[in-house]
């Protein structure tokens, strides 16, 4: 008896285990081909790309390197919750990474480390996309904290957070609500990223 209850056990911790490998940040990337268009000249389309995407792109660079081939930004996204019942606290934004990375011939875009945090947004209509904004919290830490989802995974289930007050089955209707929030929104990024990345850049000449 007590060596199948510890099987039982043993079988229990390495099924966990293998669930917990299996999550992983959400994330979205791609390798897009560009041939016969030099590294330098792909750099200088993602960063025209994105000082016309993003409205104060200074604001948002996190960091570039023209020898090294890659530019990142870290914009925000709003969330305004499609779930009615009690969700009007988790309304505010989502701040994400872009990453564009150009070598000869191609390019590669990585979006990732999705960021939930409820916010007061005082914002008109719907938002740019790229746009930043300043938010400021309207509850306590605390309060914020349990409607915060963080780090958005590829759990299917929304992370268990003890102060939060909220039954599981409606932080994980929130949860699924978010992700696709953000698939929705990066869905419409891509096809600009690709516009973008298709526009060749102002020669010196041109650039007077």
């Not at 490998?21 to 979205?28: G, K, N, R």
């Not at 390798?31 to 000082?51: D, F, H, P, T």
């Amino acid at each position: 008896m007590k060596k199948i209850l510890l099987l039982l056990i043993i079988f229990e911790l390495i099924t966990h285990s293998l669930k917990a490998q299996e999550v992983s940040p959400l994330t979205y990337s791609e390798v897009v081909q560009a041939e016969g268009v030099s590294k330098e000249e792909l750099y200088n389309r993602a960063k025209l790309w994105m000082a016309s995407a993003f409205v104060d792109s200074d604001e948002v660079l996190r960091d570039e390197n023209r020898d090294g081939g890659y530019i990142m930004v870290k914009p925000l996204m709003e969330y305004n919750p499609r779930i009615f019942s009690g969700s009007a606290n988790t309304k505010g934004y989502i701040s994400y990474e872009l990453n564009i990375t150009v070598k000869d011939g191609r390019y590669k875009y990585t979006l990732s480390n999705f960021r939930h945090k409820p916010t007061q947004l005082n914002l008109p209509g719907a938002t740019r996309i790229g746009t930043t904004y300043v938010a400021t919290p309207v509850a306590s830490e605390k309060q914020l904290a349990a409607m915060r989802f963080g780090l958005i995974t590829t759990e299917e289930e929304a992370p268990y957070i003890d102060r939060a007050k909220a039954t599981i089955k409606w932080r994980n209707k929130v949860w699924a609500d978010i992700k696709i929030q953000i698939d929705e929104y990066v869905q419409n990024l891509i096809p600009l990223i690709k516009d973008g990345m298709n526009n060749p850049a102002p020669s010196e000449e041109e650039d007077w």
